[in-house]
């Protein structure tokens, strides 16, 4: 059995408050280029629906560098 091996080096936990007026998923695709090894969901703020269409549109962000997620 392959176990999956987690790098927590760079470990990103997202929140749209302290991105602020700049572009949320841009930011986290910059983040992602810089060497983002894990990336995390974490919006308080947002509804169910809102937190829901966010995870997806990360989960495809990181699949595209090959980085795990976490929701």
């Not at 509804?47 to 995870?55: G, L």
């Amino acid at each position: 059995m392959n176990k999956l091996v987690v790098d927590y080096t760079l470990y990103l936990i997202t929140d749209r408050v302290l991105v602020g007026e700049k572009d949320f998923f841009q930011s986290v695709r910059r983040a992602l280029e810089g060497g983002v090894t894990l990336l995390q969901v974490r919006e308080k703020e947002a509804s169910s629906k809102e937190f829901y269409e966010t995870a997806l549109r990360l989960k495809k962000l990181a699949a595209e560098f090959r980085v795990p997620l976490i929701i």
